[in-house]
């Protein structure tokens, strides 16, 4: 079997200095020759690791006869953001990891070669979609993410007129606010949002539902509505020392370097304090695009600490691979006891306890127990606790009846239908922190039910 094409990427010394993207993405002989390990299975089992079930052998075998354009009007029938998915989408763990040919060695690349159709396209110019048929009804969709985009797309694509509620003043939820330019550069996703617009979906920015509107007049200003709010309220510790100046949340310090462009300086003035150490807590994909923007910013020295070993790393393996070949320092089985305080209220420093792993937890990982006495400071001038977010309740204030679970997240039934007739909801709003391509599948499922309740209504 011919070996799995590399990806080429830009140089590991030269990107630590700049926010350009790591990966540069096959050329044409690369995704051809690629392409042609496809074995174009008849019962194709990436198709069921794919959440919105892109024709992968089909796309696949017209990317093998030179044919780009067929292929990404294929991938284009259900997933309205190739360019995004084929960048940050887990493939590994999903339509590469039920790849045939996982089993005897290496997946076919699925997912580098849906970015090389998308990309192909964009270097074209991507033709303007044709508008549908209008159906007279009106749906509201809340929030400007994956989740939200796929959902407008799909309800726009049946007729439907659909208004897009965004709370920050640009669009992409945390596809802009949070991954970095150098993993997901941001022109991509305005140019998918700008697809969106022309298919017909009205999007207004710097409007909060719960304080602009409440969720109660949307749902009787629109014949359907749909939340995508995700889940932006950041975890912390609570340990001493958190209310330190120099503590970020990763949202915030993600916020403040991609949405508010504070790498552009002096372009943009947005204040953030450049770390000559620079410790970030957690072990998952935000918590390697938080080290690794910081080290763009001239830090001298990033670690990651993280409670549990490499095995246990939730971030993508490639995201960890580029990160160590960076020089993020990682210090695992290591767990932030409290932070130390420096002169006018800034941190000096972290006071760490060594961990072991013991048995599995809830969540089927072993869980980290503390060793007694091997507590050791690290210094640091800037900690950025990355550890989780839960939904941010804003949109709750004037939604009585919308029911919620322990946790914070929007309950909903099998079909995305809320405790609220006419609501539909979806994405990390709905299951907590998880995955691009998990919300555009959310938001798929929504538009599905949405389009069926206004037609018999
Ligand atoms: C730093 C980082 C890196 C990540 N890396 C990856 C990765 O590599 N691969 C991957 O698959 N996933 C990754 N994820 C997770 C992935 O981005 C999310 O699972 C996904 O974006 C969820 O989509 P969503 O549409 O549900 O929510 P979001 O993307 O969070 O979008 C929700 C939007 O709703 C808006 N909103 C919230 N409340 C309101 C309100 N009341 N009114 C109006 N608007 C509101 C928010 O401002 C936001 O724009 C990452 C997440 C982060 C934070
Ligand atoms: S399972 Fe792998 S080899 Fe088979 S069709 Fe899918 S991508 Fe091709």
Known sequence: MAARQAMPHQDAKERTRNFDEVALGYTEEQAIAEASRCLECRNPKCVQGCPVEIDIPGFIAQMKAGDFDEAIATIKLTNSLPAVCGRVCPQEVQCEELCVLAKKGEPVAIGRLERFCADHERKKGVAAP?????????????????????????????????????????????????????????????????????????????????????????????????????????????????????????????TRVNLMKAYRFPDYSTPIKRGKHVIVVGGGNVAMDAARSALRLGAEEVSIVYRRGEDELPARKEEVENAKEEGIIFRLLTNPVRILQGDNMTVKGVECIRMELGEPDESGRRSPVPKAGSEHVIDADIVIIAIGT??????????????????????????????IGNVCAGGDAVTGAATVISAMGAGKLAAQTINDYLRNN
């Open 130 to 254: 044709v508008r549908a048929q209008s159906t007279g009804k009106r749906v509201a969709v809340v929030g400007a993410g994956p989740a939200s985009l796929t959902a407008a797309a799909d309800l726009a694509k049946e007729g439907h007129a659909v208004t897009m509620f965004e709370a920050l003043h640009d669009t992409g939820g945390v596809l802009t606010y949070g991954i970095p330019e150098f993993r997901l550069p941001k022109s991509i996703v305005r140019d998918e949002v700008e697809y969106i617009k022309q298919l017909g979906v009205d999007v207004k920015v710097d409007y909060i539902i719960g304080k602009i509107k409440t969720l109660e007049e949307l749902k009787n200003d629109f014949d359907a509505v749909f939340l995508g709010t995700g889940a932006g309220l950041p975890k912390f510790m609570g340990i001493e020392g958190e209310n330190l100046n120099g503590v970020y949340s990763a949202n915030e310090f993600l």
């Open 390 to 419: 839960s939904p941010n309740p804003m949109i709750l204030s004037g939604s009585d009846g919308l029911k919620v679970s322990p946790r914070g997240t929007i309950v909903v039934d099998e079909s995305a239908k809320t405790s």
